[in-house]
């Protein structure tokens, strides 16, 4: 869709990367730190930072959560941006046709 001052905006593009969004989001939440770093604590077994592993699991799990949810949060707002540009457009093609011409723009 074009617009008056000269920009853009592919609707399509902003519903792929919404669909991206949420995918990634959807594929990253599946992730469970813990069994990686309990097989790296059997890897180095006696050593002082194998008692620290559930803590970076806990971390780790505390931080793949959040990403996931901004994440989602960010499609969520590509797709309500798209909904007001597709609203807007229709909105102008509508006024524009009651007056009798067509849009001002290309």
Do not use: K
Not at 9 to 20: C, D, I
Request: aromatic fraction near 8%.
């Amino acid at each position: 869709m074009a617009g008056a001052g000269g920009y853009e905006v592919q609707l399509n593009a902003l519903g792929e990367a919404a669909r991206a969004a949420r995918d990634a989001a959807s594929r990253v939440q599946q992730w469970q730190p813990a069994p990686v770093l309990e097989a790296a604590g059997a890897g180095i077994p006696g050593a002082d930072a194998v008692a620290l592993l559930s803590d970076v699991a806990a971390a780790w799990a505390g931080e793949v959560t959040l990403w996931v949810s901004e994440t989602r949060d960010y499609a969520a707002g590509l797709d309500a941006s798209a909904a007001t540009y597709e609203a807007s457009e229709s909105a102008a093609v509508r006024d524009f046709s009651a007056l009798g011409g067509g849009l001002p723009w290309p």
